[in-house]
Structure formats: C-alpha cells, structure tokens
C-alpha cells in the first residue's frame, strides 16, 4: 500500500518569490510519483512525472520536482511564481502492482499575491 | 495524448434517484478509471473499468452502488445509484494513453474535466 502526505494545504507567496510545495509519500516498492494542477472548475492536468532515471525532473509552466528516495520526497518547486500559477496541487503515486492507480496527496492550494 | 470528455458537467439530483455520468476518449486506451473527489478532499480512486468484463472496486465501494459499464475502448459510464447527500462531489474519468518518455514507450494517466454532482 502507499501513501501521500502533502504539508501544507494552503500556500501563500508574492508573485515573483519560490514556491515550494511539498510531498511525502510512503511505498513499499519503487513508486512513480506525479505533480497534478487542478484550475478551479478543471480537470486534472499533469505537471510532471518521475518514473526511473534522472531525480531531478523538469515540468510544464517551468515547475521541477527532485526525487529523493532517502528522504521519501518529491517536493515541487518553481523558482518565480506567477499570477497563473494560482490553482490547487496534488502529488500522487503510483507503486508495485497498482498499474495506472493512484493515490493522492489532499491538495496544496496554492495563492499568489501581486 | 488522450482528450477526455464528461456528461454531464455538472447536475442537480434528488436523493433516492440514480445518475450515469458518461465518459468518451478520443482514442482507444487500454485502462480506464473512475476516481471522486468530495468536497475539500483529494481524490480517491472507486474503480477500474474493464472492457468487456466487470469493474474492478477498490475497497470501501460496491458494484450496487456504483455500478460501471466500458463496452469498448474508448467509452465508459458510471452509476451514482440510490443517492444521498454524502455523494454530492466530482466524479473524475481517467484513461491510461500510450506516451513516449526519454525514447521509451511507456503511459501517461489523463483525466476528464469532471463531472460536479450535488444531492439535494
């Protein structure tokens, strides 16, 4: 079984400024972990995704995530925010035999200030 | 890519009745699912819809109450029977679309915009 854990369900940073959002998961085989943006009133859309190889993984909309299996991490991280970078966040992760399901963390909503 | 299409977006039901929400891919997947995300919360996975045999549950839901059909590919329905208050929530498609990774094939998960049901 695995299990999400995303620190903090609401973020607030000044346009410009880092956002990091953070992600814990728990797996009991290698996962494939992910990064979900959710606009109000939209579906889901994929960020990015680490499956095998490089840690470091680079997204859509100039989001990066760093796999870190020592910590059991997968924090997203955007070095300059953005007015559009408003919307709701879910890490999720995808282990052993559960192929294509995913568990989910409950969401960062994520503000940005002008 | 998989684009992903829901009916109804949205609807306003009364307890006791039952809806199906539709969901259609526009290209041939081999996985899809049904997850629901109630109101503040995250999303939670209800089943794997299997193309020409029974769905798949995942623990704490039941076929009589969310039964599912996939009679092909690329469509799939699921049933919010018997409604109560506490289903009022968003009801997300999801389907499994081949992707190329890095040279490797491998999958990319997409979802639908959702369907938002409240029980009155």
């Known amino acids: 079984a695995q299990s999400v854990t995303q620190l903090g369900s609401h973020v607030s940073v000044s346009e410009g400024a880092l956002v990091l959002l953070r992600c814990n998961y728990s797996?009991?085989?290698?996962?494939?972990l992910f990064w979900y943006v959710q606009y109000p009133n939209q579906g889901l859309q994929l960020l990015l995704k680490y499956t095998t190889g490089a840690t470091l993984v680079k997204g859509i909309n100039g989001f990066e995530a760093e796999f870190k299996k020592s910590e059991t991490s997968f924090h997203l991280t955007k070095p300059s925010a953005h007015m559009s970078d408003a919307a709701e966040y879910f890490c999720a992760v995808e282990g052993g035999t559960s192929y294509g399901k995913l568990t989910f963390g409950q969401g960062t909503i994520l503000t940005v200030h002008p | 890519s998989a684009v992903i299409s829901q009916k109804p977006s949205r609807d306003i039901c009364q307890r006791g009745t039952s809806l199906t929400i539709q969901c259609q891919v526009d290209s041939q997947v081999t996985m899809m699912f049904w997850y629901r995300q109630q109101p503040g919360q995250s999303l939670t996975l209800i089943a794997t819809a299997n193309q020409g045999s029974e769905a798949t549950y995942e623990s704490g839901f039941v076929i009589d109450k969310f039964p599912i059909s996939r009679p092909n590919l690329t469509f799939s329905t699921l049933t919010v029977s018997n409604m109560s208050p506490e289903d009022s929530s968003i009801y997300l498609c999801s389907a499994l679309s081949p992707s190329r990774d890095r040279g490797r094939l491998g999958y990319e998960q997409y979802f639908g915009p959702g369907t938002r049901l409240t029980v009155t």
């Open positions: 797996s009991s085989v290698p996962p494939y």
